[in-house]
């Protein structure tokens, strides 16, 4: 079957520090993979895709790549914000591009 | 920002009333969920729909029913509410699905937040 797996929280990283946040997966066929964020009292946003091995997806200085060796989708961020502080969701969605599978969601909290 | 409404955003209710939750869009996009959010478990998908009056289960349905009579509305009804559907209730909509399209993502509303004593 299809699962993510991410990184268990909470995250607390001083300002312009670099954040990684750990997503592996389980899939059958040719998943699409997402990172989505939900902010305090807010729905969830996508911040980045990416639908195929290889590519990187990218978004606010985020970055993810697809690495289906290792069956991976790591988020990177080079130099986080306070602004930045939120809930990160590692996603995928199936062959049929309509069935997705969440993470159970890292809380970033970044200090100045 | 995509037109998800999501009604009511709050609600209270005791165990063993009924509730139902709306979701309306404005995107006229064909597939429809509702998730339910709970700490330690991110997202976990409810029901679905991929058309006016075609629905499916996801992996937590137990307890819940779903109707979509017109494309822009997605009702989810507790016929009788449980502590235990103490939640957050999110809509979403995605623009996948057709022949031939790649997969698209999800478009979240703001959430409902439901409270059973």
């Known amino acids: 079957g299809n699962s993510v797996t991410q990184m268990e929280g909470p995250v607390t990283l001083s300002e312009e520090a670099f954040l990684t946040i750990n997503c592996t997966y389980t899939?059958?066929?040719?998943?699409?993979l997402f990172w989505y964020v939900q902010y305090p009292g807010e729905g969830l946003q996508l911040l980045l895709k990416?639908?195929?091995?290889?590519d990187k997806g990218s978004n606010k200085g985020f970055e993810a790549t697809y690495r289906k060796e290792t069956t991976s989708f790591h988020l990177e961020k080079g130099s986080v914000q306070v602004s930045d502080s939120a809930v990160y969701f590692c996603a995928l969605s199936d062959w049929t591009g309509n069935q997705f599978y969440f993470g159970t969601g890292t809380s970033l909290t970044v200090i100045p | 920002d995509a037109g998800i409404t999501q009604s009511p955003r709050h609600k209270v209710t005791e165990t063993g009333t009924p509730v139902t939750l709306r979701c309306h869009q404005t995107e006229n996009h064909r597939y429809m969920y509702w998730y339910r959010q709970d700490p330690g478990h991110g997202l976990r998908l409810i029901h679905y729909s991929y058309g006016v009056k075609d629905t499916d289960k996801g992996e937590v349905s137990d307890g819940y029913s779903v109707s979509r009579s017109k494309t822009e509305d997605f009702l989810l009804t507790l016929e009788s509410a449980t502590s235990s559907q103490t939640s957050v209730y999110f809509c979403?909509?995605?623009?996948?699905?057709?022949?031939?399209?790649?997969?698209?993502?999800?478009?979240f509303g703001e959430g409902s937040r439901l409270t059973v004593l």
């Open positions: 990416a639908t195929k091995a290889d």
């Open positions: 979403a909509i995605s623009e996948s699905g057709a022949e031939g399209a790649g997969p698209g993502e999800l478009f």
């Open positions: 899939a059958t066929g040719y998943p699409s």
